[in-house]
């Protein structure tokens, strides 16, 4: 098993374009989500999905768009970037999102935006 | 609200010091999990612990959760340069079993 799989690694943008991280698990797991860490913040909840079709906000969800059309899957899209979304993005997925699951991360997009 | 408090948020040890970080929550906690990250590396999970005044251990590193399950503690005896990194404790809001959320962390720098 790959894990989860995030591409790209690594983007530059310019303000106001707008972009598509990537987010893949090959484990089945119904619950996926997405975080952004930024330093002395920890890591902060952008958006959720406990199972294909159902998105739901975290903490941080301005400016992100969601959508889960299969289990596999999970992008995020950036509608239109600002430089206050430079951050390191983090996807991850456990198997229902209940509170004892261990949540698998992904490697990582380290998104910078001009 | 639900406040969770991680401290501190950095510290530098000496290799062979042992080492202790607190989560602190204003509320109970139904159970609260540890993650490590590498420098430049994602979170990986540790160990969850979900019973009052539970205690686990793996090789040097021992958690606690507290009686009141209000608070956990991380120790590590004798430091090794391969425990650097951040460490996070993380948790679920009261009623919100899907919104997984994480203390700001503490990292950890060793001088060999």
């Known amino acids: 098993n790959a894990g989860v799989t995030q591409t790209p690694k690594f983007q530059v943008l310019k303000t106001g374009q707008s972009m598509t991280l990537q987010c893949a698990q090959d484990m089945n797991h119904e619950y996926m989500s997405w975080y952004r860490q930024d330093p002395g913040m920890g890591l902060r909840l952008i958006h959720y999905s406990v199972g294909a079709g159902i998105t739901d906000q975290g903490e941080v969800p301005n400016g992100y768009n969601v959508s889960r059309s299969t289990t596999e899957d999970f992008p995020l899209r950036l509608l239109s970037a600002a430089p206050s979304q430079t951050s390191v993005y983090f996807c991850?997925?456990?198997?229902?999102?209940?509170?004892?699951?261990?949540?698998?991360f992904g490697p990582g997009t380290r998104l910078t935006v001009l | 609200g639900q406040q969770v408090m991680q401290i501190p948020q950095y510290q530098h040890v000496q290799e062979g010091e042992d080492f202790t970080t607190y989560c602190n929550s204003s509320t109970t906690l139904s159970n609260i999990q540890w993650y490590k990250q590498r420098p430049g590396g994602h979170p990986v999970f540790l160990i969850q612990?979900?019973?009052?005044?539970e205690v686990k251990k793996q090789k040097r590193l021992t958690f606690q959760f507290g009686e009141a399950k209000k608070n956990s503690s991380l120790h590590i005896t004798a430091t090794q340069t391969t425990d650097v990194g951040t460490y996070f404790c993380a948790w679920h809001p009261s009623g919100a079993n899907s919104k997984l959320t994480f203390g700001k962390g503490i990292t950890l720098s060793v001088r060999p």
């Open positions: 991850a997925s456990s198997y229902s999102g209940m509170g004892t699951d261990t949540q698998y």
């Open positions: 612990l979900v019973k009052s005044g």
